[in-house]
């Protein structure tokens, strides 16, 4: 694994769209910042460091002081107890999309301006989708499902 995103590319195939694949790439620890103050910005005001920690552990703290979540967050309880569970969790989607860095498809994704035209044109399955393979690239740790899991990977990089 290198230090540098730009060196750190995979093709993946696209498994509800075959025969398509994407390229991507870890994201830059500037693109991961981004993609926690887009989320932080749409919840609430604050900074983008560690944004994604910060608010898992806001869901936790209400899960286990039996807050009503509702008041902490909007959400129903059952929506808090999966959004701790879910690695997306914190981040905006859409930001995550820096690390797709090219595709099968026809139409280009090569200038910001297309990028930003067929990004917007994606069905919510395909952001979903994108955004959890670039995130689980660039925080394999976030989709641990153990805490000796995470540390392993968090040791070996």
């Keep these: ?73 909007g959400m129903n309880e059952s929506d808090v107890l999966s959004s701790i569970q879910d690695p997306l969790t914190g981040f905006d989607r859409y930001a995550l999309l820096a690390g797709l860095t090219a595709w099968t498809y026809p139409t280009p994704i090569t200038e910001p301006s297309e990028r930003e035209a067929a990004f917007g044109d994606l069905v919510d399955d395909a952001v979903e989708f994108f955004a959890t393979e670039i995130l689980r690239k660039t925080k394999p740790a976030l989709f641990a499902t153990s805490v000796e899991d995470a540390e392993t990977i968090r040791k070996n990089g």
């Design 1 to 73: 694994m290198s230090i540098f995103a730009s060196q750190t590319a995979a093709t993946i195939p696209i498994p509800f769209d075959q025969p398509h694949t994407v390229t991507i790439r870890t994201l830059t620890g500037r693109e991961v910042e981004a993609a926690q103050l887009a989320h932080a910005t749409s919840v609430a005001a604050g900074g983008a460091r560690h944004w994604a920690a910060r608010f898992r552990r806001l869901l936790e703290k209400a899960a286990q002081a039996g807050q009503d979540a509702t008041k902490v967050t």
